[in-house]
């Protein structure tokens, strides 16, 4: 049906920058919403930015400046550019699409997660 997909983590040393990239792919109707959230040992999962397909983008407090979100609607993707990153960003960062898929007879929601990346920050 419908699927997303991460792509893009690494290891960085503090201070260095990553790029995160994220495709929707199947059937998908509509994506209302595109984002990136992360979860760090024994943490719970948190939210890092979204952006709704009106470009309306939430970013959680501690990107104070350091994250960049930006998605192509066109393409069903999103990114997140990460400078200055930080040992504690390390964790695993997973894109979620947030919408609808093609069904008879009408669309159905579906609130869709890719299988994460890993993100390390470290000297």
Do not use: H
Request: overall charge neutral.
């Amino acid at each position: 049906q419908v699927q997303v997909v991460e792509s893009g983590g690494g290891l960085v040393q503090p201070g260095g920058s990553l790029y995160l990239s994220c495709v929707a792919s199947g059937s998908w109707y509509t994506i209302n919403a595109m984002g990136w959230y992360r979860q760090a040992p024994g943490k719970q999962r948190e939210l890092v930015a979204t952006v709704n397909s009106g470009g309306v983008i939430n970013y959680a407090e501690f990107v104070a400046g350091r994250f960049t979100i930006s998605r192509d609607n066109a393409m069903n993707t999103v990114y997140l550019q990460m400078n200055e990153l930080k040992p504690e960003d390390t964790a695993v960062y997973y894109c979620n699409a947030l919408g609808y898929y093609s069904s008879n007879p009408v669309p159905k929601m579906v609130d869709s997660w890719g299988q994460g990346t890993q993100v390390t920050v470290s000297s």
